[in-house]
């Protein structure tokens, strides 16, 4: 618990005196920082910089960023379409989803 705190206390520190004082530049949203935060306070200190790290070494000239948020479960394959992690955005309800809405 400690080290999850400190961790997510230098990053919030990051963000205030240097981040802050710099144009924006992440490819992806939400920002790196903000990610390591999320990924850090849901999955502990370890698993949480892992994936940080994991989304920091896609960041590069190549990649095309875009909305990339922590995943529900831990996951290193989250983003590919064929791992249980996979969460897609519905825009439109299932049959199942209207029929408990109608009960």
């Keep these: ?48 910089m892992l994936l940080f790290i994991w989304r920091f070494l896609r960041c590069n000239p190549w990649s095309r960023g875009g909305i990339d948020d922590v995943p529900k479960r831990f996951s290193f394959s989250y983003r590919f379409r064929w791992s249980k992690a996979y969460e897609e955005p519905r825009l439109t309800p299932l049959a199942d989803d209207k029929e408990m809405a109608s009960r």
């Design 1 to 48: 618990m400690m080290t999850r705190s400190l961790l997510v206390g230098m990053i919030r520190w990051y963000q205030r005196h240097i981040s802050a004082k710099r144009p924006p530049c992440c490819k992806y949203y939400p920002s790196c920082s903000q990610y390591a935060i999320t990924a850090i306070q849901r999955f502990g200190a370890v698993r949480g």
